[in-house]
């Protein structure tokens, strides 16, 4: 399943990760395999693609390697034939990186999302074997361009050499500029896929196929309807409905953006968002409280359309 051949249109929600009280669990806090579960099945439900759990959303930085592992298992089962399930496999090297996409090989997922090595700012040359290598395990790979977490940034020309790789279909386009999509569209064969849902809108006008999503967690059906609209080319009515949604979606480009996401979650009431493991800590008073009125007011408007 390479090449052109592995469509990635739709929403794909790079799903959260929701935890309980356990004081022999890391931090005092275990994965709630359930309730994941029923978030993935939730999303799918209201007609999102897939999946992508283990990504920075899902906290993958803090989870041990046989949650790690079980999160991949339990998205997989739950999604069934339904739709994709996209794996983080980031790692600081690409031994660690090719170790979780084989796992997730075994275990079932359709594909990998990968960002360039992790921790350590890696130079061209690294850059390319770590996607070589992860190739090596045959899944797609959607590649992960965020400088801003990473500090490595795969500017188009950096993707072009890459390009040639049997696996590598897509990148998750979260520079911020715009003008890469059609520079990597003009550049090479890769699709890309919206990263930022602040620049949701303007990068499906642009030529993005699909989107690696953060805010659908809160809002599945309404990130469905944006996505269909724009592609269905009813930009005015896509325009109007993601007015009216940027200022919640804003919050996946914020630094607390995990926590912002769980807290949306948890104010609309339909699945459960809940806390985060450390090194993430609660919103301040403050931020929490911004968080609230924005989703409050994207949830007003939803239900008064």
């Known amino acids: 399943m390479t ?18 009280e356990d004081p022999n669990a890391p931090a005092g806090l275990a994965v709630d395999f359930d309730r994941f579960a029923a978030h993935c ?10 999946v992508g759990p283990n990504g920075s959303l899902g906290e993958y930085s803090s989870l041990t390697d046989e949650e ?27 031994h660690q990186a090719k170790h979780w996409a084989e796992l997730a090989a075994e275990d079932g997922a359709a594909g990998v999302l990968l960002l360039p090595p992790t921790i350590f700012r890696a130079n061209e040359g690294e ?32 993707l072009a050499k890459i390009d040639g790789l049997d696996n590598l279909v897509a990148v998750k386009e979260f520079s911020g500029d715009v003008r890469r999509v059609l520079e990597i569209l003009d550049k090479t064969s890769l699709q890309v896929i919206a990263g930022a849902d602040d ?15 953060g805010y659908p967690n809160a809002f599945p059906r ?5 996505y269909r609209l724009v592609m269905a080319g009813k930009v005015f009515e896509a325009r109007d409905l993601y007015r009216n949604m940027v200022p919640v979606f804003a919050w996946d480009s914020k630094t607390e953006f995990v926590q912002a996401i769980k807290l949306s979650i948890d104010v609309i009431g339909e699945s459960y968002g809940g806390v985060t493991r450390p090194p993430r800590g609660p919103l301040s008073e403050t931020a929490a409280a911004a968080v609230r009125r924005d989703t409050e007011r994207a949830l007003a408007y939803t239900k008064n359309r």
């Open 3 to 20: 090449g052109t051949k592995f469509d990635l249109g739709g929403v794909i929600v790079a799903t959260t990760l929701p935890f309980k």
């Open 41 to 50: 099945d939730w999303l799918m439900n209201n007609g999102c693609r897939g």
């Open 68 to 94: 790690r592992r079980k999160v991949i298992q339990v998205a997989v089962e739950t999604v069934g034939d339904r739709g994709l399930v996209v794996a983080g496999v980031h790692g600081v090297g690409w």
């Open 127 to 158: 850059i390319i074997e770590h996607y070589e290598k992860v190739n090596e395990v045959g899944l797609p790979i959607m590649a992960y361009n965020n400088p801003f977490d990473t500090k490595v940034d795969l500017t188009p020309d950096l």
């Open 199 to 213: 620049l949701l809108f303007e990068s499906l006008v642009a030529g993005a196929t699909g989107w690696f999503a």
């Open 222 to 226: 309404e990130a469905v309807e944006l």
